[in-house]
């Protein structure tokens, strides 16, 4: 089992940044893959970016690239999220996920989720 408990959501203004944080527990085979999904009222949720931790590749939605950052520190077994010049459309509930492997940005592949947390971003 994978328990995963994400923080660090809050409100900004247009152009500010956050860092969110995603705590792992459980069985550390079981999350080789983690990812960010975000989920807009009337939306879909979506894939933000993943990582694979074996060997620390990346992927990124093309609407974040090169904002966003995903990044985990083993040690802690924390994931996190640093997400830079924000914007009005960013805005949504984050949710952290992990899966054992075959790391994809398909929401549907994820086996493990958080319970999320809110970013709003301001004009």
């Known amino acids: 089992q994978v328990h995963l408990v994400e923080s660090g959501g809050g409100s900004v203004h247009h152009g500010g940044s956050l860092r969110l944080s995603c705590a792992a527990s459980g069985d550390r085979t079981s999350r080789n893959c983690m990812a960010w999904f975000r989920q807009a009222p009337g939306r879909q949720r979506e894939a933000v970016a993943r990582?694979?931790?074996?060997?620390?590749?990346?992927d990124y939605a093309d609407a974040v690239r090169g904002r966003f950052t995903i990044s985990q520190d083993s040690y802690t077994n924390t994931l996190y999220l640093q997400m830079n010049n924000l914007k009005p459309e960013d805005s949504a509930m984050y949710y952290c996920?992990?899966?054992?492997?075959?790391?994809?940005?398909?929401?549907?592949?994820?086996?493990?989720w958080g319970q999320g947390t809110q970013v709003t971003v301001s004009s």
């Open positions: 990582i694979y931790l074996p060997i620390l590749t990346t």
């Open positions: 996920a992990a899966r054992q492997d075959l790391c994809t940005m398909v929401e549907a592949m994820y086996i493990y």
